[in-house]
């Protein structure tokens, strides 16, 4: 073991023991071993304990765990630490310039034990309010967390769809006269991803490489594979103009999907193709979009006729958004202007309730005047509509945390749960199925509160949570947050099976917040929606006739 690798187990060791609060001095001595040990020019390893002694800031406590360290690969102490310590937490002490003073800070008056909900809980704005942070502080972690996550090999969608881009224009404009494409999972839209793909007809890839933009790591015949300044691995594809259809298509799919087309196709050779609607043509199957093509059963229903997939342009509503009245940076004014000047012709604002303490939650009186605000607001800004709605948290035993009095004044609700994620897939179930229960319920929220990369969200029966919804006529909520995109698209196909809609809404803390309900349509438009089973594809008219409806059950 290195130098740097033990001095690197000290450094955690005091990180660690200054979370927990623990001796400051013996913090302060694990991290000087730290500081020489890196110093150290001779492996620690050749040398002998008098050797070590005399290297300053060395006692006999740190050399008796220089030779544990040397002789098992592990500190036993460090060990006792790791195991007191969330995982998350652990992971979070690994984002550089996040020490563990702030870590212990945001985990234990947040609750926050993962990347994950500290990435939300900064899309959520709920770091602005801690003693010592702000709305800069909490800008400079969302960056730092960024590049902690490329640094693990996987990345979500919507955190690399802008650099994606730019790389795509950087390729269009070394090579103009050629067909450029995504492939792969991008094109596919995954929400999680390992890398970048495109392909270009007609031109040598490795032009592009080699320069502050993409850097060569391989080659390997018509593949070049780099990473772009960012670390970000990019792979592309090459192939001669008249084959880019043949190569477009085969390098979209997954191998699931490619080798069940290649059984059932009418014609097995798909080479030489200049577009992928030929090779469609070819193989006597349906156009499938890239979005679709994960696995092998979408060729059969390909065959007996797939609806058209819902598109951005089919949203026509913003339905789950936060103001300032709880935890939004922009006001419920701007918030309402900017969804109405994007074009959606109403907006639903539902800032937390009161048991999201955490959040600002709403309490009553401050409920009664945002709906007062509200009244006013619609006067002004007629046709556009604000509806009058809030996220409701789902309590430990499934009720919501309003009384049936003043969760009848709302318009709609979204129910949801923040708190007290830990539990079995059966009591998990039954809280969520609780709550769909409820006849104020109208929407259910993020359904698993799933965070991708970060945390799996809890066990639930799905089946039995759309089944609930189905029988009450519950909409299904897409949360659209690419940090969430819960629930996720591959129950989709059931949830439209049973006839429950699904709402794509953003989950806006901001203004921009808002432009996240493209990567809910993604997401839908994998799970295979169509406009029709959109619940916020409903106009304006068609949405209060839903909501007359509705309250008719009360």
């Given at each position: 073991?290195?130098?740097?690798?033990?001095?690197?187990?000290?450094?955690?060791?005091?990180?660690?023991?200054?979370?927990?609060?623990?001796?400051?001095?013996?913090?302060?001595?694990?991290?000087?071993?730290?500081?020489?040990?890196?110093?150290?020019?001779?492996?620690?390893?050749?040398?002998?304990?008098?050797?070590?002694?005399?290297?300053?800031?060395?006692?006999?406590?740190?050399?008796?765990?220089?030779?544990?360290?040397?002789?098992?690969?592990?500190?036993?102490?460090?060990?006792?630490?790791?195991?007191?310590?969330?995982?998350?937490?652990?992971?979070?002490?690994?984002?550089?310039?996040?020490?563990?003073?702030?870590?212990?800070?945001?985990?234990?008056?947040?609750?926050?034990?993962?990347?994950?909900?500290?990435?939300?809980?900064?899309?959520?704005?709920?770091?602005?309010?801690?003693?010592?942070?702000?709305?800069?502080?909490?800008?400079?972690?969302?960056?730092?967390?960024?590049?902690?996550?490329?640094?693990?090999?996987?990345?979500?969608?919507?955190?690399?769809?802008?650099?994606?881009?730019?790389?795509?224009?950087?390729?269009?404009?070394?090579?103009?006269?050629?067909?450029?494409?995504?492939?792969?999972?991008?094109?596919?839209?995954?929400?999680?991803?390992?890398?970048?793909?495109?392909?270009v007809s007609g031109g040598n890839p490795a032009e592009v490489f080699d320069n502050e933009t993409l850097i060569l790591d391989s080659q390997e015949k018509q593949t070049f594979s780099g990473k772009t300044e960012k670390g970000t691995p990019v792979t592309i594809h090459a192939c001669e103009p008249e084959e880019f259809g043949s190569k477009l298509f085969k390098t979209t799919g997954t191998r699931a999907f490619l080798e069940a087309f290649l059984k059932t196709a009418q014609a097995s050779d798909f080479t030489g193709l200049k577009t992928e609607q030929e090779v469609f043509e070819k193989a006597g199957t349906p156009y499938i979009q890239p979005e679709l093509r994960e696995t092998a059963e979408i060729i059969e229903k390909a065959n007996t006729?797939?609806?058209?997939?819902?598109?951005?342009?089919?949203?026509?509503?913003?339905?789950?958004?936060?103001?300032?009245?709880?935890?939004?940076?922009?006001?419920?004014?701007?918030?309402?202007?900017?969804?109405?000047?994007?074009?959606?012709?109403?907006?639903?604002?539902?800032?937390?309730?009161?048991?999201?303490?955490?959040?600002?939650?709403?309490?009553?009186?401050?409920?009664?005047?945002?709906?007062?605000?509200?009244?006013?607001?619609?006067?002004?800004?007629?046709?556009?509509?604000?509806?009058?709605?809030?996220?409701?948290?789902?309590?430990?035993?499934?009720?919501?945390?309003?009384?049936?009095?003043?969760?009848?004044?709302?318009?709609?609700?979204?129910?949801?749960?923040?708190?007290?994620?830990?539990?079995?897939?059966?009591?998990?179930?039954?809280?969520?199925?609780?709550?769909?229960?409820?006849?104020?319920?109208?929407?259910?929220?993020?359904?698993?509160?799933?965070?991708?990369?970060?945390?799996?969200?809890?066990?639930?029966?799905?089946?039995?949570?759309?089944?609930?919804?189905?029988?009450?006529?519950?909409?299904?909520?897409?949360?659209?947050?690419?940090?969430?995109?819960?629930?996720?698209?591959?129950?989709?196909?059931?949830?439209?099976?049973?006839?429950?809609?699904?709402?794509?809404?953003?989950?806006?803390?901001?203004?921009?917040?808002?432009?996240?309900?493209?990567?809910?349509?993604?997401?839908?438009?994998?799970?295979?929606?169509?406009?029709?089973?959109?619940?916020?594809?409903?106009?304006?008219?068609?949405?209060?006739?839903?909501?007359?409806?509705?309250?008719?059950?009360?």
């Amino acid at each position: 073991m290195s130098n740097r690798e033990i001095a690197n187990l000290f450094n955690l060791l005091a990180d660690l023991m200054t979370l927990h609060e623990e001796n400051p001095f013996k913090i302060r001595s694990y991290s000087n071993a730290y500081i020489q040990l890196r110093k150290l020019e001779t492996p620690v390893g050749d040398m002998s304990d008098e050797e070590i002694s005399q290297v300053k800031g060395i006692g006999k406590a740190i050399r008796s765990k220089i030779a544990e360290i040397l002789e098992t690969g592990k500190m036993s102490t460090l060990e006792e630490y790791k195991t007191k310590t969330p995982p998350g937490i652990q992971d979070m002490v690994g984002i550089k310039g996040l020490g563990p003073k702030k870590i212990r800070q945001l985990w234990k008056e947040l609750e926050i034990e993962s990347v994950g909900e500290l990435l939300y809980a900064c899309n959520e704005n709920r770091l602005i309010s801690l003693s010592g942070f702000g709305l800069k502080t909490q800008d400079d972690i969302k960056k730092k967390i960024g590049y902690f996550l490329q640094s693990k090999g996987k990345f979500l969608f919507g955190r690399i769809e802008a650099e994606a881009k730019d790389i795509f224009q950087f390729v269009k404009v070394k090579f103009p006269w050629s067909d450029i494409s995504f492939t792969g999972a991008f094109r596919r839209r995954d929400p999680v991803l390992s890398r970048i793909d495109i392909i270009v007809s007609g031109g040598n890839p490795a032009e592009v490489f080699d320069n502050e933009t993409l850097i060569l790591d391989s080659q390997e015949k018509q593949t070049f594979s780099g990473k772009t300044e960012k670390g970000t691995p990019v792979t592309i594809h090459a192939c001669e103009p008249e084959e880019f259809g043949s190569k477009l298509f085969k390098t979209t799919g997954t191998r699931a999907f490619l080798e069940a087309f290649l059984k059932t196709a009418q014609a097995s050779d798909f080479t030489g193709l200049k577009t992928e609607q030929e090779v469609f043509e070819k193989a006597g199957t349906p156009y499938i979009q890239p979005e679709l093509r994960e696995t092998a059963e979408i060729i059969e229903k390909a065959n007996t006729g797939l609806p058209a997939l819902v598109d951005e342009k089919d949203i026509r509503s913003v339905l789950h958004s936060h103001t300032t009245y709880s935890d939004g940076l922009h006001s419920l004014r701007e918030m309402a202007e900017e969804a109405r000047d994007l074009g959606y012709e109403y907006i639903g604002i539902t800032d937390h309730s009161k048991t999201a303490f955490y959040a600002n939650g709403l309490s009553e009186e401050r409920v009664a005047e945002q709906m007062a605000e509200i009244d006013e607001l619609n006067q002004e800004l007629a046709p556009f509509k604000i509806f009058k709605g809030i996220e409701s948290d789902i309590l430990y035993d499934g009720t919501l945390d309003y009384a049936p009095e003043v969760l009848e004044k709302f318009d709609f609700i979204i129910a949801s749960i923040h708190s007290q994620l830990k539990m079995d897939k059966e009591k998990a179930t039954s809280r969520l199925i609780a709550a769909i229960e409820n006849p104020y319920t109208t929407i259910l929220g993020h359904p698993t509160s799933r965070l991708l990369l970060s945390r799996e969200g809890y066990p639930i029966d799905h089946k039995k949570v759309i089944d609930a919804c189905a029988e009450k006529g519950v909409i299904l909520e897409l949360n659209a947050n690419p940090i969430r995109l819960d629930v996720d698209y591959t129950w989709i196909p059931y949830a439209v099976e049973k006839g429950v809609k699904i709402s794509v809404n953003p989950d806006a803390h901001s203004k921009e917040g808002i432009q996240h309900i493209k990567y809910g349509v993604f997401a839908a438009r994998k799970g295979g929606l169509s406009p029709t089973m959109c619940f916020n594809s409903l106009n304006l008219a068609e949405f209060e006739e839903f909501l007359r409806n509705r309250r008719k059950q009360f």
